[in-house]
């Protein structure tokens, strides 16, 4: 999700103001299950468990002056 403004300053020059976010309900996102290469190998422990998480909220602010 993304949110911007621009200001106008004078007739040539202005500024833009832009807030962005990620995840913004920061929700879980789960990655992919852990699945071995080797198809023989369906009896390991690690076989189908989620062993990681996608990134969690982040937001950032920017701003840009045009001349």
């Known amino acids: ?7 106008r300053v004078t007739e040539r020059r202005t500024v833009e103001v832009r807030s962005e976010a990620f995840n913004l309900t920061n929700s879980f996102r789960a990655g992919a299950p ?8 369906r009896n390991s422990p690690q ?3 989620i062993l ?8 950032q602010l920017a701003m840009k002056f045009v001349f």
């Open 47 to 49: 076989f189908g468990q």
């Open 1 to 7: 999700m993304a949110l911007s403004r621009i200001f």
């Open 52 to 59: 990681t998480a996608q990134d969690p909220r982040i937001m």
């Open 34 to 41: 852990g699945m071995p290469l080797v198809t023989t190998m």
